[in-house]
């Protein structure tokens, strides 16, 4: 199968790879995926005062797309503030790296990773998540 | 010399042709074009005597009377006569047929269509070696037991089941014995009389040999095997295969199994050294490496590697200089992983893992330290980047998990 120039640039060079402190109080985790389906995606957001997303990690056990998604996920993220994450689409990932449909469950999984980290960190901190904010992937 | 990529490294799916085999096969193109089956004019009498030598070729390889070679179009046609054609001929004596579940499909979909038809069919299942010894296939035979129909090596594996064990279990009990030799004919000495083989399938493309030229041997004595034809026609090969023999590829199949039987010795020496090297070399820089099924008891230039923690297709990617084949079947859209490395109990996640290298006749050192490198950064780059690994460094039971369904 042929991949992207942008998929192999995120596969070949990967974006933000590493760990934050997961028990760090203005850090927070998302771990989605499973190994059984070939894909497990962590996900991690450090969160400053005002809300703000400061930083982003990442590591993936999966195929280059998604790797390349998760990567991606971390570069998005970076800098902007929790609604804005939040509002980041599956469809927007698919388009950005011209994903195959076969491909498609990365980019959601990408999605559904950064949803699970800042809901970590919000449950962390006390905040209310916003269940409307859980909105149902489009199929591209 | 620089070394020229990509590197083909995944001879059990398939073989260049041998210079030498190519060369043998060139006249029967052009001069000697004649049909094997046309007796009345030196035309037709030489490419008779083409096939002759072929059949003689083949015979020698294995221990066989040449009249006992039947020519076909490969292993997947060699094992559907064989199967179906006993099943058929041999229906009034009894249904029921015994195989085992990592078998190729080429054996596993016949033995499929025979159970829709009525057979009873006995799923043998490897041990964790891989391997199908002979007491699973004593203890699995019955009174009505027709034929059992076990491979001699594995194509994912290269695991060597228990012959000549099985076929004197098979001959003991009067069941006829049929072996998929694909992967072992010309890698490994196959005598059909030692092994106490009734019929054994063969390919020319896995032997250095062209596309699309196989046989069937088919036992002429004690006991004298009949088979109900598939393809009915001109009554070719005794009647159990018609059909215009395919001089050109029987010429370089006859030539393949010479140049096999003169220098398997040397050649199977010299490729397992470099397949233990590449072993050797992958094993003791990455600790969670682990080789798949029997370590000794294999072809000498095949060997299948679990990467755990590292996906199948990203690791593919990875090696792209490398021709390899996977584990699993990620690069289509069902991400089913291996049949047969299931079959040995390996996890899902394992098996998805999982990479077959197949080292043949003109691969060079130079090709395996290659490998050897490229794998082994590959492996460690993806390890760096698996939320997996740093679970099993933190102590984390990966299995102990109740991961999402998604």
């Not at chain 2, 004649?34 to 009345?40: E, T």
């Not at chain 2, 020319?204 to 004595?221: N, Q, T, W």
């Not at chain 2, 010299?270 to 600790?287: A, F, N, P, V």
């Not at chain 2, 049949?339 to 390996?346: E, P, R, S």
């Amino acid at each position: 199968m042929a991949y992207s120039e942008k998929v192999l640039s995120h596969y070949e060079t990967p974006r933000n790879v590493g760990s934050l402190d997961k028990d760090a109080k203005n850090v927070g985790t998302g771990i989605v995926g499973a190994p059984e389906c070939g894909d497990v995606m962590k996900l991690q957001i450090q969160v400053d005062d005002s809300g703000k997303i400061v930083d982003a990690k990442f590591k993936t056990f999966g195929c280059g797309s998604a790797i390349a998604s998760s990567s991606l996920a971390t570069e998005w993220i970076k800098g902007r503030t929790l609604d804005e994450a939040m509002a980041i689409k599956n469809t927007e990932i698919v388009q950005e790296l011209s994903l195959p449909p076969v491909k498609i469950h990365c980019s959601v999984l990408a999605e559904d990773a950064i949803k699970s980290a800042i809901h970590d960190y919000q449950e962390k901190n006390g905040l209310a998540h916003d269940h409307a904010d859980e909105t149902e992937h489009t199929k591209a | 010399m620089a070394l020229k990529l990509p590197i083909y490294m995944d001879h059990n799916a398939t073989t260049p042709v041998d210079p030498r085999v190519l060369e043998a096969m060139l006249p029967y193109f052009t001069e000697k074009f004649g049909n094997a089956a046309s007796r009345n004019h030196p035309f037709g009498w030489e490419a008779e005597d083409g096939v002759k030598l072929a059949r003689k070729q083949v015979g020698d390889l294995i221990g066989a009377d040449p009249k006992e070679v039947i020519w076909t179009s490969g292993s997947t046609e060699s094992n559907n006569l064989a199967i179906k054609g006993v099943a058929d001929m041999y229906k009034d004596k009894g249904r029921h047929i015994i195989t085992a579940i990592h078998e190729h499909k080429a054996t596993l979909d016949p033995c499929k269509r025979l159970a829709k038809m009525g057979y009873d069919i006995t799923w043998l299942e490897p041990r964790e070696d891989g391997l199908i010894y002979a007491d699973q296939v004593a203890e699995a035979i019955r009174e009505d037991t027709i034929l059992v129909t076990i491979m001699w090596a594995n194509n994912e594996l290269g695991t060597i089941n228990e012959l000549p064990e099985i076929g004197k279990v098979c001959k003991e009990k009067g069941v006829l014995l049929h072996t998929d030799a694909t992967q072992a004919v010309g890698k490994i000495p196959v005598d059909v009389n030692s092994a106490g083989v009734d019929l054994l399938s063969g390919s020319a493309h896995k032997i250095y040999g062209p596309k699309g030229a196989g046989f069937l041997y088919v036992r002429r004595r004690k006991p004298r095997v009949r088979l109900t034809p598939i393809i009915d026609g001109g009554g070719h090969e005794r009647g159990m295969r018609s059909g215009t023999l395919n001089v050109t590829g029987i010429i370089g199949l006859g030539k393949a199994c010479e140049l096999c039987r003169l220098e398997m010795a040397e050649e199977s020496a010299r490729l397992s050294k470099l397949r233990d090297k590449l072993d050797q070399g992958i094993t003791s820089q990455l600790e969670h490496a682990v080789i798949n099924g029997h370590p000794d008891r294999r072809i000498p230039q095949t060997t299948n590697i679990s990467f755990p923690y590292v996906e199948g297709e990203s690791m593919m990617m990875a090696i792209k200089e490398i021709a390899v084949s996977s584990g699993s079947a990620c690069t289509s859209a069902s991400l089913e992983p291996s049949y047969v490395l299931k079959a040995l109990g390996l996890g899902d996640e394992i098996a998805h893992s999982s990479i077959r290298f197949g080292l043949g006749r003109f691969t060079t050192e130079e090709e395996v330290d290659y490998t050897i490198d490229k794998v082994v950064t590959a492996v460690k780059k993806l390890l760096e980047l698996s939320p997996l690994y740093e679970m099993v460094l933190e102590g984390i039971d990966i299995n102990a998990i109740e991961w999402g369904a998604h």
